[in-house]
C-alpha cells in the first residue's frame, strides 16, 4: 500500500529529473560549483581582516564595500540582463568575480594584503555580483517548463545550499589550518569553473527588444515593481530587517566567536548549521504547495531573529548552531516562494529589472547596518547591538504581514503567457 513516504520519495524524484534538461542542469551545475566557493568567502574574510586589523569596524567596513556596488549598479545589472542574452551576462559576471577573488588570495597568501586593497577587491566582487543576481534570477524561467518553476527553484536552491554546507566547513579548516587567503583562492576558481559550464548554454536569448532608451527601460521595469503590492511591501520590510541581520549576524557574529567560542572554527559550525537549515528547507520547500506561499514564507523570515538572540545570550556553541539550522529552514523556505511567486506573476520581458528592483531595495540600507555595527556596539555593547539587530527583523516583519496581498497571494493566480524554455535535453 503506497505510503506519505512513498509519494514524497516519487516527487523528489520527479523533480530530480529536470536535471536531464540540458540548460538546467548546466545551470544547476554552474551554481553548485559557484556557491562551494561563496560558502567558503564569508569564514574567510572575516578572520583574514580581523588578523589584519583585529577590528570589528574594519569588518563591516570590507563587508560594505562589497554591498555598495550592488546598491549602485543593481538596476544597470537589470537593463542589461534584459537586454543582452542572460546566459552571457552570467559568464561576463563571473570571470570579473573571479579575477578579483584570485587578486585578493595572492594578496593574502603572499602576507603583503592591506585593507584598503581588500575593500577596492571586494567592491569590483560586488559589482560583479551586481550584473550577476538579476540575470540569474530571470533566466530560471527560460530553461524549464512553467508548471516545474516552484520545483525548479528548490531543487537550484537546494544544490547550492548543499554546496553551502561543504563549503562553510571546507572554509573552517583552511582558515584553521593554513590561511584565509587559500579559502578566497578556492572561491576564484569556482567562478572560473562556473564561467566555463555556463559557456554551453544554449537558445538564451534577449528578452527584451532593443531601441528603447536606458531610462525608459528603468521606468518600464519600475513600472512593473510597484504594480504588485506584495512585492514592494515585502522589498521595504527587508530594507530594515537586513539593516538588523547583516550588522548583527555578519559583522557582531564572528565578533562573539572569537570573544567567547573557539573562533574560526565555531563560526564555521554556526554558519554551516544555518546551511543544513537551508538545505532542510529546500526538501520541504520540493514538495509542499501551500495555498498562501507568501504567508508562509513571511512567518518564516522570523527565524532569521533566533541564532543573534542565542549569541546575545550566550548560549551553548550547539543551542546557537540550532538556532542557526532553524534560520536557515527559514530563510529557504522564504527563498523558494518569493522567487517562484516572482516567475509566476511579474512580465518575462521585465523580471531582470523587476528582481534588481528588488534587490536594491532590499539591501539599499543593508550597508549601514554592516558599517555602524562595530562603533554602535563599542558605544552600547556587543549584546546590546544584538537585541537592537533582531529588533530589526521582528518588528518590520510584523508589520508586512498587514498587508491583505501578503496574506493571501496563491501560486499562479495572475499567471502570464509562458516564455518558450530553450532547451536541448
Known sequence: MPTITD????GVRSAFALLRLRNFGLLFAGRCVSFLGNAMAPVALAFAVLHLTGSASALGIVLAARMVPNVLLLVVGGVIADRLPRSTVLIGSQLVAGAAQAGAAVLLISGRAEIWQVVILEAINGAAFAVFYPAD????????????LREANALLRFG??????LGAALAGVLVAALNPGWAIAADAATFFVAAA?????RGIKAAAAGGTSFISDLVEGWSEFISHRWLWTIVAQFSLMLVGFFGAFQVLGPVVAQRDLSGATSWAAIVGGQSAGLL?????????????PLLIATIAVFGNALPIAALALGLPIAVIVGAAVVNGVGLEVFGVYWYTALHEHV???????????DALGSIALSPIGLVAAGPVSDVIGVDATLWLGAGLIIVPTALVLLVPEV????PGQRRIEAAPVADAS
Open 407 to 410: 496574506r493571501t497571494l496563491g
Open 197 to 201: 559550464l555556463l559557456t554551453e548554454l
Open 7 to 10: 509519494g514524497y520519495t516519487r
Open 347 to 357: 512580465a518575462r520581458e521585465a523580471l531582470s529589472r523587476v528582481s534588481a528592483y
Open 280 to 292: 532542510g528547507g529546500g526538501l520541504i520547500a520540493l514538495r509542499w504547495r501551500p495555498a498562501r
Open 160 to 165: 547550492t545550499n548543499a554546496t553551502l554546507i
Open 137 to 148: 534570477t530571470a533566466v530560471v524561467p527560460l530553461t524549464v517548463p512553467e508548471d516545474r
